[in-house]
Nanobody, 122 residues
Framework: QVQLVESGGGLVQAGGSLRLSCAAS????????MGWFRQAPVKDREYVAG????????DYADSVKGRFTISRDNAKNTVYLQMNSLKPEDAAVYYCAAARRLSGRLNEYDYWGQGTQVTVSS
């Protein structure tokens, strides 16, 4: 059974930082590109960042470029999202997901975590 378990969310002041983690099990981690998405109340789930299987290629939504960094540790079956200079509009539930193709499209992702809440106070 595939499991993706996010952690690291919480409450932070605007301008602060958080590091999200997503631990994967039940799949061959190196076979999957990994992505982070987020969903704020009454909004659609949106792509945040993606990283290739080996970690050589990273991709970001324009809204987070220069502030967020995605990385992965294949030895630990874990993907990370370092979030700096957080803004109130970054507040959302953050989800990690696994895909066979590196993509920003939700329907390309086969497996999803349960999400972790990020709250940013102004």
């Amino acid at each position: 059974q595939v499991q993706l378990v996010e952690s690291g969310g919480g409450l932070v002041q605007a301008g602060g930082s958080l590091r999200l983690s997503c631990a994967a099990s039940g799949l061959t981690f190196i076979d999957y590109h990994m992505g982070w998405f987020r969903q704020a109340p009454v909004k659609d789930r949106e792509y945040v960042a993606g990283i290739s299987r080996g970690g050589a290629v990273a991709d970001y939504a324009d809204s987070v470029k220069g502030r967020f960094t995605i990385s992965r540790d294949n030895a630990k079956n874990t993907v990370y999202l370092q979030m700096n200079s957080l803004k109130p509009e970054d507040a959302a539930v953050y989800y990690c997901a696994a895909a066979r193709r590196l993509s920003g499209r939700l329907n390309e992702y086969d497996y999803w975590g349960q999400g972790t809440q990020v709250t940013v106070s102004s």
